[in-house]
């Protein structure tokens, strides 16, 4: 079965520095991997996906996300952190072998602290 | 990419009663599914919700409490059926096409008293 871990519950920055957040993922084939951020009260906004081509994959509001094959990693990155950017953020796998489901992760809370 | 209008956003009821919440996209989407979410956690797939046939559940979810239909290509119905406290969460519709992202609706928000 395909899944996506989040090892980070919380990740606080200070504005201004460039800002991480983790997901590895396991998948059979060629993965299918997003990012989506949650502000409170409101539904999930996709930010970026990977399917295939370069490794680096730009995204909207700044973000990107790096793929990394031989460490199973797609973190999710911004060079410098906005307070605007605390939210909510989920990777994601698409597994097209069962139904195109997507599952998402346990999410990664992030405080950008001014 | 399609805008997807959920409602109602959200609502309180009693227990012992049945809610309907309606998911409508602006254009022809493939897939169409059923999330819930607490709040400040991750989402739980209830279901996939197929055209012109029966939804197809997720372990620990049921047709009889969370019935779905989805007569078209852009619209789909949850209900959740006989409330009692444990089915306050967020209920999010989700629907793509092919095999772009998904996109979401802006949930709705459920308390049962």
């Known amino acids: 079965a395909q899944s996506v871990a989040q090892p980070e519950d919380q990740v606080n920055v200070a504005e201004g520095n460039p800002l991480t957040v983790k997901c590895t993922y396991s998948?059979?084939?060629?993965?299918?991997l997003f990012w989506y951020v949650q502000y409170p009260n409101r539904g999930l906004q996709f930010l970026l996906k990977?399917?295939?081509?370069?490794?680096l994959v730009k995204g909207s509001y700044g973000f990107e996300a790096e793929f990394n094959k031989s460490q199973t990693s797609f973190h999710l990155k911004k060079p410098t952190a906005l307070v605007s950017d605390s939210a909510l953020y989920f990777c994601?796998?698409?597994?097209?072998?069962?139904?195109?489901?997507?599952?998402f992760g346990s999410g990664t809370k992030l405080n950008v602290k001014p | 990419s399609a805008v997807i209008s959920q409602k109602p956003s959200r609502d309180i009821c009693q227990r012992g009663t049945s809610l309907t919440i309606q998911c409508q996209v602006d254009?022809?989407?493939?897939?169409m599914f059923w999330y819930r979410q607490q709040p400040g956690q991750s989402l739980t797939l209830i279901a996939t919700?197929?055209?012109?046939?029966?939804?197809?559940?997720e372990s620990g979810f049921v047709i009889d409490k969370f019935p779905i239909s989805r007569p078209n290509l852009t619209f789909s119905t949850l209900t959740v059926s006989n409330m009692s406290p444990e089915d306050s969460s967020i209920y999010l519709c989700?629907?793509?096409?092919?095999?772009?992202?998904?996109?979401f609706g802006q949930g709705t928000r459920l308390t049962v008293v």
């Open positions: 989700s629907a793509t096409t092919g095999n772009t992202e998904a996109f």
């Open positions: 998948v059979s084939g060629n993965p299918y």
């Open positions: 990977y399917i295939t081509g370069d490794n």
């Open positions: 994601a796998v698409r597994d097209l072998g069962n139904f195109n489901k997507f599952y």
């Open positions: 254009s022809q989407v493939t897939m």
């Open positions: 919700a197929n055209q012109g046939s029966e939804a197809t559940y």
